[in-house]
């Protein structure tokens, strides 16, 4: 019997245009949104708008969770008379722990909403749920069934073949209500009764062919604790519980359409003074990531990443881990926009609105990340200057900050070739390069261990260029970020790449599980990297741009003296390129 959530059906084509994802455009089309607005038109249900964003806590939030809240907590802010409840489905008492309940509440503060006092649990209203099950006996709308789950499961048929009726649906009121108060008192054993909806065995709807209610589980529940024996399911818990908090519009993704149905029914049956309106809208699914709960958490027990907050993960803790922010993830939902149509979005739409977001406010800072040592010969041993140099090149109110220079600084190994390629503008024997904000420098000498590996490189600056500028306008056309090496913080750097190597890791074509589909470079590790030590004073969670690298975070793995920095995103935009094919 299927006792839980619908399956989400996963779509796999990638589609690069989902509906209105117009790069620049700041809001897509949003059809819940447009219905809400008709029924506020329409005078219904006193012009209030009730939403509420309902997760099952058996799991971390993911960005698919995020295009659900932006989505439940934006239409509430819209309106004036506006409420969206923070309601957790605790009906299950198997999957739930407290540990995501902190997690989700934790998350959804942090993408930026705030529910106040609205906080609810389906598991609060168990009393007033079993009290509408006796009702609904009362009424002749509900009996148990005695059958065994095979039979249940066989007596409701197929989409092709109608149902069959249960021998046990013709109990009579008391008989149907002296079991169900002793499924309630724990005489009976999991799985020998359930209570059922009686409806229509015949239906083409298969949701409509008597679906349970209750089923016995002896189970510990986190919050009711050995208080409950039977617990509802979710197709009979989650619209009254609704209809209770007096829900006007409750938004749910396209796998619950069939249950809609359902749903009015029981809404209807349990007389319920408010009568919600069920609304679904396409789930996000996003390329070369997977977004169901159940494979989250086989690859964080499967030790495939190293948590649900993994960088790489696609959680909320994940994502704020790797220094995506807020910002940046509802503006992703804003142009991602919702609509009835399933498809797959092009993850660099995601990466492409978090540059802009971390181009926009990430302040500027220098760090190497394999470092050459670069020794400046005329430059007197001990002396330190500061230079000053901005922290955004486009926005002054940034300010700037003193960056110390000394005789020995690293540069990246990347910005030197002792054999250059054609247009190659960076350092080489014997040429020259800027350092950013400081001076420039010549190479005399490059110098080699006995395996031939490059030791450093001697050079000399020119006196007439302090702050970086050719004293006789003479040409540099390479430019190279700097730390100096007495001053550096020395650090571990994190980058991450997509951890999937494939566009769909969830499609069966690929002929072999998606935890084979992990791509084993999407973390590299790098230590003895070197940093401006400005960047002692970054709390995790600030965002900054190493120039020329990419933008960057502080790990909590770290300490102010030893960082951990995790890449966020590198800086080059490939969405650009793939919004242009479409
Ligand atoms: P999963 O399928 O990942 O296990 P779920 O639907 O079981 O997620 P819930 O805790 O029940 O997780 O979800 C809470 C809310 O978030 C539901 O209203 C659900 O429809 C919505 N939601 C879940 N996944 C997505 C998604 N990918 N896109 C949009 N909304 C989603
Ligand atoms: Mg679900």
Redesign the pocket.
């Known amino acids: 019997m299927s006792d839980e ?1 619908p399956a ?1 059906s996963e779509a796999s084509e990638p589609d690069t245009a989902p509906s209105g994802s117009v790069p620049g455009a700041e809001r897509a089309p949003n059809f819940v949104a447009d219905l809400v607005d008709d029924d506020l038109r329409a005078g219904k249900h006193d012009g209030r708008v009730a939403t509420r ?4 806590p ?2 971390y939030l ?1 960005i ?2 995020a ?2 809240i932006c989505l439940n907590f934006g239409i509430a802010a819209k309106s004036a008379k506006g409420t969206c409840n923070l309601r957790f ?1 605790d009906t299950n008492p198997a999957t739930e722990e407290t540990e995501y309940v902190d997690s989700i509440r934790a998350d959804v503060r942090w993408l930026g909403f705030d529910w106040g006092e609205r906080e609810h649990f389906a598991s609060d209203y168990f009393d007033r749920l079993y009290a509408i099950a006796e009702q609904l006996v009362e009424d002749g709308l509900a009996y148990v069934d005695s059958q065994s789950t095979e039979e249940i499961r066989k007596g409701r048929g197929s989409f092709y073949e109608k149902g069959k009726e249960s021998p046990f649906r013709d109990r009579s009121v008391a008989e149907n209500l002296a079991l169900l108060r002793k499924m309630r008192g724990g005489e009976l054993p999991d799985g020998s009764h359930v209570l059922r909806a009686k409806i229509d065995m015949g239906s083409a709807d298969i949701n409509m062919r008597d679906p349970l209610l209750y089923r016995i589980k002896h189970a510990h529940h986190h919050r009711t604790g050995d208080r409950w024996c039977i617990y509802p399911m979710y197709d009979y818990a989650h619209p009254l519980s609704d209809a209770i908090e007096g829900i006007t519009h409750s ?3 396209l796998e ?1 359409e069939d249950h809609r149905p359902l749903y009015d029914w029981f809404v209807a049956n349990a007389r319920m003074e408010h009568r919600p309106r069920q609304i679904e ?1 396409a ?3 996003l390329t070369y990531t997977v ?4 494979r ?1 958490q086989e690859l964080v027990e499967g030790g495939h990443v190293r948590g649900w907050d993994d960088p790489r993960m696609p959680t909320l803790a994940g994502l704020r881990r790797r220094g995506y922010t807020p910002e940046a993830l509802r503006a992703f939902c804003d142009r991602i926009g919702v609509s009835k149509k399933d498809g797959v979005v092009d993850v660099a739409l995601l990466e492409h609105t978090l540059r802009e977001d971390l181009n926009a406010r990430a302040p500027r800072a220098m760090g190497v990340l394999r470092p050459l040592r670069l020794v400046i010969d005329n430059w007197p041993e001990g002396h330190v200057e500061r230079f000053s140099i901005a922290n955004h090149p486009e926005d002054p109110s940034y300010g700037t900050r003193e960056v110390p220079f000394s005789r020995v600084v690293y540069i990246e190994r990347d910005d030197f070739a002792e054999v250059p390629p054609k247009k190659w503008f960076r350092l080489q024997p014997g040429g020259e390069i800027r350092l950013r904000g400081a001076c420039i420098v010549r190479c005399n000498e490059v110098v080699k261990d006995a395996a031939g590996a490059i030791v450093e490189l001697r050079c000399t600056w020119d006196e007439g260029s302090r702050g970086g500028a050719a004293p006789d306008n003479r040409r540099i056309k390479g430019t190279s970020h700097w730390v100096s090496a007495e001053h550096a913080l020395d650090a571990e750097v994190r980058l991450y790449d997509r951890l999937f190597s494939v566009e769909n890791p969830s499609d069966e074509k690929h002929g072999k599980p998606y935890t084979d589909l992990i791509d084993p470079a999407s973390l590299e590790v790098l230590t003895g990297c070197k940093l401006e030590p400005s960047l002692a004073a970054k709390k995790a969670g600030e965002p900054f741009q190493l120039e020329r690298l990419g933008y960057f975070v502080v790990d909590p793995d770290g300490t102010p003296e030893r960082p951990v920095l995790n890449r966020t995103i590198g800086l080059k935009d490939s969405y650009a390129k793939i919004a242009g094919k479409t």
């Open positions: 959530r989400p964003f309902p997760p099952e058996n799991g993911h698919g969770h295009k659900s489905d938004i749910c993704t619950f809208f789930r996000l699914n977004l169901s709960k159940r989250l």
